[in-house]
């Protein structure tokens, strides 16, 4: 497949895309919420369908010649309901912020109290921080973990839904290593007469893979991306109860957004598609096992990891006892090959911008084929790399020794 060989013409353009194929080819991909998808979601991702404009929804659009549109649209929401077991889906929101301003417009008001994970313990921006539109157009409260365990502390939960009387509680986030009790929140939600949505965007396709509990049943209604785990493009879903579907709907469009990106749409579907397949759920379970000896791997050469450890595609380092902040941590792995994040750590002191925390996934190198020994191959360079973050020239060895690594794990080999 030779996707961008038409751009070989914009030689600027090209060259980017090059030097960026490049960078993903000979680094390690470690961002928890990145992922590489298939040939086909790539394809489907580049379509003709990007020409098309498809305002409304199937059968009621604005313009006309939808048809196909249409069929697009249809396959991807049945694909997605199969896949989680909902009563509604809407597959239009370009993203996983826009999916949950438009799931809170179908619920709340401006003004309207919402309860939310605290960034700095795990939480998402659009959980109710105060530089997102949820911190600026909502009364935001929070909750977080025991200081103890690291664990989500729900007698927390509790006490504050009791105290503030959210009319929405949020459960999921972005950096929380262990598995969510969302039956637990429904009792909470139920107690205080709130709405329970749920952020799955981090942890989607190991619940469709059915390896981590589904928040369907339990939620009125349930966010994701189709990236991350799911391995799709970048995009997103709303699922929600049946009486809550026209509210939704009505809030993606015309609520939050114009046209819905059809060809990625078109992508979604070929993501589902793939997710609905046996090995998919082959996939899964070997990220959730290159997560744990990862985790081993770092505990046993000494970091602390938060909670403990991880039940899911990611853990969090907690870089304090090393001496080192996140940004060093992530400055130095770039360097040596290895691409990472910095991140919040729980009663996080350190500015966002330097953080105390590095966050670590491995769906995409799952994606390239590594199974656990290329994992025990994977963590001596992290550790390595995190063990001397002022020496470049020994970083960059270790950059060179990554590249050699990763062409055993070819990754898009005829795509420039």
Do not use: W
């Not at 826009?98 to 709340?108: C, E, G, P, R």
């Amino acid at each position: 497949m030779h996707l961008n060989k038409s751009l070989a013409s914009d030689a600027q353009l090209y060259e980017i895309l090059r030097r960026e194929l490049g960078r993903q080819r000979n680094k390690l991909e470690m961002i928890a919420s990145e992922n590489f998808v298939s040939e086909a979601i790539l394809e489907a991702g580049a379509s003709v369908f990007t020409n098309k404009y498809a305002e409304g929804y199937p059968d009621r659009r604005y313009y006309g010649g939808c048809e196909y549109a249409d069929e697009i649209e249809a396959i991807t929401q049945a694909r997605a309901k199969k896949l989680f077991g909902a009563e509604h889906v809407n597959v239009q929101p370009h993203c996983g912020s826009s999916a949950n301003m438009a799931a809170y417009f179908s619920v709340l008001n401006p003004g309207d109290a919402i309860l939310g994970m605290d960034l700095a313990h795990g939480g998402h921006l659009t959980h109710g921080a105060s530089a997102s539109f949820s911190g600026k157009l909502f009364k935001c409260h929070f909750y977080g973990v025991a200081k103890d365990t690291e664990l989500i502390d729900y007698n927390q939960v509790a006490q504050v839904a009791e105290a503030v009387k959210p009319k929405l509680i949020v459960a999921g986030g972005s950096s929380y290593p262990r598995i969510i009790d969302f039956q637990k929140f429904r009792q909470i939600a139920d107690r205080c007469k709130a709405v329970l949505m749920v952020d799955m965007a981090h942890f989607a396709g190991l619940v469709a893979a059915g390896l981590y509990p589904s928040p369907v049943p339990a939620a009125e209604i349930v966010t994701t991306t189709t990236h991350k785990t799911l391995r799709g493009p970048r995009g997103g879903l709303i699922f929600c109860r049946k009486y809550l579907a026209k509210s939704v709907d009505d809030q993606v469009f015309p609520g939050v957004q114009g046209g819905p990106l059809m060809h990625i749409i078109a992508a979604k579907a070929a993501a589902l598609g793939e997710a609905l397949e046996a090995d998919f759920i082959d996939y899964q379970r070997q990220v959730l096992k290159n997560a744990k000896r990862l985790a081993t791997n770092l505990t046993d050469a000494g970091f602390r990891l938060v909670s403990g450890g991880t039940d899911t595609h990611l853990l969090l380092i907690d870089l304090k006892p090393s001496g080192i902040t996140g940004h060093t941590a992530q400055v130095a792995l770039d360097k040596a090959g290895i691409t990472a994040n910095k991140n919040t750590v729980p009663f996080e002191k350190e500015r966002y911008s330097v953080a105390s925390g590095l966050r670590l996934g491995t769906p995409a190198l799952t994606s390239r084929g590594m199974l656990e020994p290329d994992i025990d191959q994977v963590s001596e360079f992290i550790i390595e790399a995190l063990r001397n973050t002022e020496d470049d020239a020994r970083l960059r060895k270790i950059g060179l020794r990554v590249e050699e690594f990763t062409k055993k794990f070819p990754l898009y080999a005829d795509l420039l």
